[in-house]
T-cell receptor
Framework: KNEVEQSPQNLTAQEGEFITINCSYSVGISALHWLQQHPGGGIVSLFMLSSGKKKHGRLIATINIQEKHSSLHITASHPRDSAVYICAVFLMNYGGSQGNLIFGKGTKLSVKP | EADIYQTPRYLVIGTGKKITLECSQTMGHDKMYWYQQDPGMELHLIHYSYGVNSTEKGDLSSESTVSRIRTEHFPLTLESARPSHTSQYLC??????????????FGSGTQLSVL
């Protein structure tokens, strides 16, 4: 069982739609990041969360520590939002070959004009 | 603005060659990581380091080595490249700001092709 589960795996939306990507985790974490990766490109961190909610432009990220769940929302989606969105968590207790940082499998978002 | 740099951006080499992928960060982060990522696939941890002279193997480390002689520099070496090593290699660094806050930055990646 993966310790970080993302859904959906793939998502196609029409421009302007409200989008939600979910991340659930089963381990104790110190922080959670939502990452964005464009095709052929590097990875950037959109948000770092340990509690509550953050907003940046059309992007909103929330986290519920008790339920071990986070969501990334995109309001008024645009084709330039098309990318892979990855949930990454820093573990409270770590070591060995896993390291301290584990990732979800990513959600591939495609926004059609 | 991320201050983590990877070179080269693209590399095409022949089988059997020894190669070193460079990664440097100017943010003073203690933790650094190397990941391998095939197109459309998830990230796989190759090696990581929690500080100078500290390195650990990830799940995918068997054919590569790393060193951490300086905080800012974390090179990855493949002793004998094979076509199966063809992939994108991503370097990352992180820093604990507090108990519940950890910054995370990625380099632009090195796309390696082994012929």
């Amino acid at each position: 069982k993966n310790e970080v589960e993302q859904s959906p795996q793939n998502l196609t939306a029409q421009e302007g739609e409200f989008i939600t990507i979910n991340c659930s985790y089963s381990v104790g974490i110190s922080a959670l990041h939502w990452l964005q990766q464009h095709p052929g490109g590097g990875i950037v961190s959109l948000f770092m969360l340990s509690s509550g909610k953050k907003k940046h432009g059309r992007l909103i990220a929330t986290i519920n520590i008790q339920e071990k769940h986070s969501s990334l929302h995109i309001t008024a989606s645009h084709p330039r939002d098309s990318a892979v969105y990855i949930c990454a968590v820093f573990l409270m207790n770590y070591g060995g070959s896993q390291g301290n940082l584990i990732f979800g499998k990513g959600t591939k978002l495609s926004v059609k004009p | 603005e991320a201050d983590i740099y990877q070179t080269p951006r693209y590399l095409v080499i022949g089988t059997g060659k020894k190669i070193t992928l460079e990664c440097s960060q100017t943010m003073g982060h203690d933790k650094m990581y190397w990941y391998q990522q095939d197109p459309g696939m998830e990230l796989h941890l190759i090696h990581y380091s929690y500080g100078v002279n500290s390195t650990e193997k990830g799940d995918l480390s068997s054919e590569s080595t790393v060193s951490r002689i300086r905080t800012e520099h974390f090179p990855l070496t493949l002793e004998s490249a094979r076509p199966s090593h063809t992939s994108q290699y991503l370097c990352a660094s992180s820093e604990s700001i507090s108990a519940l806050r950890e910054k995370l930055f990625f380099g632009s990646g090195t796309q390696l092709s082994v012929l």
